[in-house]
């Protein structure tokens, strides 16, 4: 199993442009997260879903969309890039999210992007 | 609202003694509390979690945390630093709606 992977690894962007960044787990999860990460900060939600063809917005949606058309799949976008959107993403997944022994996140290696 | 305050920003030790990085946490009710580990460059990684059951939670690569409600602690310990514990540590608590928030980190640092 690969686990949770994250393309791409890397990118740079100009102030306006747009990209989506992919995330794929092939453990079945139902739930998938992104995140971002902040120097000094924890970890802060962006978007989740809790299933196929459904998401909800996190802590810090604004200029973030995604989507979730396959279960493998977590798609995160930007519209139009804002240097304050310069971060590293990580995307999760969990089995469920109760408080159980079963809800572990599971994270991908992150996408360090750069917008300039 | 539930939240998690780890209370130092760096912790420096010696390589064979003990660790401690501290978590405070704040929550209405009987909370589900993780700490996680990213080594440099990596990703995230569950070292353990308390759920209710036993207090003292063992992790892996012999780390340990134990939960206090009477403190409201969860902090964590490991009995004799290794070069290979470098990394950041997150302690995170889940909310109500079964979402994590995350404290903001402390990186170990390990001197030989």
């Known amino acids: 199993n690969a686990g949770v992977t994250q393309t791409p690894k890397f990118r740079v962007l100009k102030t306006g442009q747009s990209m989506t960044l992919l995330c794929a787990q092939d453990?079945?999860?139902?739930?998938m997260y992104w995140y971002r990460q902040d120097p000094g900060m924890g970890l802060r939600l962006i978007h989740y879903?809790?299933?196929?063809?459904?998401?909800a917005k996190g802590e810090v949606p604004d200029g973030y969309n995604v989507s979730r058309l396959k279960k493998q799949n977590f798609l995160l976008g930007l519209e139009s890039a804002a240097p304050s959107q310069t971060s590293v993403y990580f995307c999760?997944?969990?089995?469920?999210?109760?408080?159980?022994?079963?809800?572990?996140?599971?994270f991908g290696p992150g996408t360090r992007l750069t917008v300039l | 609202a539930q939240s998690v305050t780890q209370l130092d920003s760096h912790v420096s030790v010696s390589e064979g003694t003990p660790v401690l990085l501290r978590c405070n946490y704040s929550?209405?009710?009987?909370?589900?509390l993780f700490w996680y580990v990213q080594h440099p460059n990596k990703g995230l990684q569950l070292l353990l979690k308390?759920?209710?059951?036993a207090t003292l939670v063992k992790g892996i690569n012999g780390f340990e945390a134990e939960f206090k409600k009477s403190e409201t602690s969860f902090h964590l310990t490991k009995p004799s630093a290794h070069m290979s514990d470098v990394a950041e540590y997150f302690c995170?608590?889940?909310?109500?709606?079964?979402?994590?928030?995350w404290g903001a980190g402390t990186k170990l640092i390990i001197k030989p």
């Open positions: 453990m079945n999860h139902e739930y």
């Open positions: 929550s209405s009710y009987s909370p589900s």
């Open positions: 879903s809790v299933g196929e063809g459904t998401t």
């Open positions: 999760a997944s969990s089995r469920n999210r109760d408080s159980g022994t079963r809800n572990e996140q599971f």
């Open positions: 995170v608590i889940m909310d109500s709606n079964y979402q994590l928030i």
């Open positions: 308390y759920t209710s059951a």
